[in-house]
């Protein structure tokens, strides 16, 4: 199971599925699932949001009231917060069976 500590020490499980998707879009106000093919074209803010959405996602599954929202997330997450959030995005939006692309170098 894929959690996250924030710095108020809260540990949430993180499900980024499709209701997690469905969340995040309606936050932003988009409609079109692209922008998530690549990390890099989401706006630092629009990661807060997707976070708080796969948070909210994980405590729902495990039937805690614990709830987020992006502000909070900006609060309470730092950088390697997130980038634990993006290797957790990653892993579990990669297609099952997909073999890891190599690093070049």
Known sequence: MDQ???KDGRTFRVEVNWNAIVAFLDSTGRDDISSLASLVQLKPS???SLLAASCNEGSRIEGKPDRLNPEEVGELADVSVMTDFIRIFTSQTQPKGAAPKEKKG
């Open 4 to 6: 996250i500590t924030l």
């Open 46 to 48: 629009d990661l807060s």
